[in-house]
């Protein structure tokens, strides 16, 4: 299954990943989470990468594609992949485009996550991230046992920094000027689902599985 996850910042493409990887057995690829895992090792990637993602702005395309195409070049890849937050830009879909083609590869489908932009802005800044594991939470929505504290591996859950109210607003102006084409672009080549990101997970869950196929 060769897939991405589509949809505003906030819309639940990491909660709905990591519930799809396993169903498909396929890897994870989130740009997002790559950045900010070189942020947290302090790589030179990282340095260049937060600049952009702190103000809620994308991170030049070249970059992106560099990091995400070498990451498809991996064996695990091979039959399948998720991607997550990749491609942003009408640019990116195109040189990922050309990379399945030159691999003889074809995207199965694009799942286009929708949800209201009232709704985003109270999932962003009520998420809260394990510092350890990276696991998700939400404040109100799906809580942690112990408040602060991960249910899955004890670390302590913090706020992301583009989670403010101001970053948060940014990230969905970015998404709907830069990233919003993309649905366009999707449908247009006949690959596009679309899928109300707004129910409880295991609702839109099942949603994405029925377009994906068992
Ligand atoms: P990235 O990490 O990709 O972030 P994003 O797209 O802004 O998406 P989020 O992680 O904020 O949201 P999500 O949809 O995964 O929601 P989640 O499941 O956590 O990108 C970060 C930055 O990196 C970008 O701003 C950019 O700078 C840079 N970047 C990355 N890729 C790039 C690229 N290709 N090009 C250029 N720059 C790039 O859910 C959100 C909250 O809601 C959670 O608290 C969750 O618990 C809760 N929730 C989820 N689903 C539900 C539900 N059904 N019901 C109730 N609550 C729910
Ligand atoms: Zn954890």
């Known amino acids: 299954l060769r897939t991405?996850?589509?949809g505003p910042p906030g819309a639940g493409k990491g909660t709905q990943a990591e519930k799809i990887v396993e169903k498909y057995n396929i890897p994870h690829i989130s740009t997002g989470d790559i950045f900010r895992d070189n942020i947290k090792n302090g790589t030179e990637l990282g340095k260049k990468a937060q600049e952009y993602m702190n103000k809620g702005e994308l991170v030049p395309?070249?970059?992106v594609i560099e990091i995400a195409?070498?990451?498809l070049l991996k064996d695990d890849c091979k039959n399948g992949f998720l991607l997550d937050g990749f491609p942003r830009t009408v640019y990116?879909?195109?040189k990922?485009?050309?990379f399945l083609e030159a691999h003889g590869q074809e995207l199965d489908k694009v799942i286009d996550l929708e949800v209201g932009e009232d709704l985003l802005m109270i999932r962003l800044t009520g998420r809260r991230v394990c510092k350890a594991c990276g696991a998700s939470y939400h404040v109100v929505n799906i809580p942690p046992k112990k408040e602060g504290i991960c249910d899955k591996c004890g670390g302590e859950l913090i706020q992301r920094p583009d989670d403010?109210?101001?970053t948060a607003k940014n990230r969905i102006d970015v998404y709907n000027e830069q990233t919003r084409p993309l649905v366009d672009y999707y449908?247009?080549?006949g690959k596009l689902a679309s899928i109300d990101g707004s129910t409880p997970l295991e609702q839109t869950f099942k949603d994405i599985v029925a377009a994906l196929g068992e």
Do not use: P
């Open 187 to 189: 449908e247009k080549a």
């Open 4 to 6: 991405i996850l589509l």
């Open 69 to 71: 195409t070498d990451r």
């Open 96 to 98: 990922l485009d050309a």
């Open 92 to 94: 990116q879909a195109e």
């Open 164 to 166: 403010n109210a101001e």
């Open 61 to 63: 395309d070249d970059l």
